[in-house]
């Protein structure tokens, strides 16, 4: 009785959550929004046949796949939707909360009719394979465990308007720190290490951390060095140890840290601060920051643990692509396949933000996590748990719409009475 109570106050929040993304779409469009998210959440797939499996409707399984394919083709779906998610998550950044960009890859290793396919680097197997590439924006606060998924995007190098990776980067940038700015603190990894990313960043006052390459020249006083040479000579008075899981062990690393106050050659005028740790690697890990820094172990681990949050957010990135499966992802054209990782984001944000941060809805989450059947109990990552959870409860009780004139003014009935 309880796990079926869970199931109609899930399809509720669903319902509920899919009318304010989707406000200001045409009825199709916010219709195929809701159940979308729903099929989604419901099988733990984007496959469209598995989405339409979950609606349970009376008429033939293809007709409902030929519906959702149609509106999935629609070209404004996406940007709206973007639109609504990062106006939703901004709500949730506070002044010191990380931005993490993250670049990652779609491997399509075995496609040959989709459209737009381009060869993309495999994070995972480190080799260059057929997909398209990933641009994600989460938030999250400094060593917590709350993510926001603000922000994601499919795109393709081989796609007729595609223009350069940096104008990817760039457009998520702008769009989210329009919402959250002067909130947040943007943390990107070595990739983000390019001019075109500084030339936005610091006219506009964007604070930042971002990892160095080491062959990046900054100004040392009057000396221009190489970052690798100005790390390799920076003083590291403190010291700590942290423990990462490295291939599915737990090791223990001892690290020691400290920092130079530098400039770039193109903004002399700006005081930055470039933050060193020795004992991850070979070559120490070197965070350029705009943050002021002095001698003050609690204020300089403070960007390094930010750093290392970010880490803990390449979870995130295996959370959506595994518990969803975008990897398997299936629609042919370009449009689409934009449009359905929007999709799965905002099935992401669901689990993590409306399911699992609102205090009004503890009780649901628990029942949740309750339903997911793990032989080792939850795990601090608790995401996995949650979609497991979603998909069992859904499973167990699926959706039951009614046919006829008024099935649509039942699916859309939680619309007319937000809160």
Same mark, same amino acid.
């Given at each position: ?15 509920? /959550? @899919? ?5 200001? +779409? ?97 994070? @995972? ?57 002067? *909130? ?9 290490? $390019? ?64 920092? *130079? ?11 930055? /601060? ?30 390094? @643990? ?11 990135? $295996? ?17 689409? +396949? ?10 992401? /944000? ?56 008024? *099935? ?8 007319? /009475?937000?809160?």
């Amino acid at each position: 009785m309880m796990i079926a109570q869970t199931a109609t106050r899930l399809r509720e929040q669903i319902a509920h /959550f @899919s009318g304010n993304l989707s406000r200001g +779409l045409c009825k199709p469009a916010r219709r195929l929004v809701q159940e979308a998210i729903y099929g989604i959440q419901a099988r733990q797939s984007v496959h469209l046949t598995e989405i339409a499996r979950s609606l349970e409707e009376k008429i033939p399984l293809i007709k409902t796949e030929n519906r959702l394919s149609r509106n999935l083709a629609r070209p404004n779906l996406r940007l709206s939707l973007q639109d609504a998610l990062v106006s939703q998550g901004a709500k949730r950044i506070h002044e010191n909360t990380l931005l993490i960009l993250d670049l990652s890859d779609v491997v399509k290793p075995y496609a040959k009719k989709m459209e737009c396919l381009a060869r993309v680097r495999d994070g @995972s197997e480190g080799k260059i394979a057929d997909g398209y590439w990933l641009c994600q924006v989460i938030g999250v606060e400094n060593e917590g465990n709350e993510i926001t998924p603000l922000y994601g995007e499919l795109y393709s190098s081989s796609a007729q308007d595609f223009v350069s990776e940096n104008r990817e980067i760039l457009r998520a940038l702008r769009q989210v720190s329009e919402e959250v700015k002067p *909130r947040g603190i943007w943390v990107i990894d070595r990739g983000g290490d $390019r001019g075109k990313l500084y030339e936005e960043l610091i006219p506009h006052g964007l604070r930042f951390i971002v990892r160095q390459m080491g062959d990046r020249h900054l100004l040392l006083g009057r000396r221009r060095e190489l970052a690798l040479q100005i790390a390799q000579d920076c003083p590291l008075p403190y010291q700590t140890q942290v423990v990462r899981e490295v291939k599915g062990k737990e090791q223990i690393f001892h690290l020691r840290y400290g920092f *130079r106050a530098v400039r770039l050659p193109e903004y002399r005028q700006v005081e930055l /601060f470039l933050v060193v740790v020795q004992g991850l690697g070979e070559t120490p890990l070197m965070l350029l920051t705009n943050l002021p820094m002095r001698r003050n172990r609690r204020l300089i681990w403070w960007v390094v @643990s930010a750093y290392l949050t970010r880490w803990r957010v390449e979870e995130t990135i $295996r959370f959506g692509k595994q518990s969803y499966q975008v990897e398997d992802i299936r629609v042919l054209t370009y449009e689409r +396949l934009r449009n359905l990782v929007v999709l799965v984001t905002a099935a992401m /944000f669901f689990t993590a933000v409306v399911l699992g941060a609102k205090m009004k809805l503890f009780i649901l989450a628990s029942h949740v996590l309750k339903a997911a059947k793990r032989l080792f109990g939850i795990p601090d990552f608790r995401y996995y748990a949650l979609s497991d959870g979603i998909r069992e409860i859904l499973s167990r009780f699926p959706r039951r719409s009614p046919s006829g004139p008024n *099935r649509f003014l039942y699916e859309q009935q939680y619309l007319l /009475f937000e809160t």
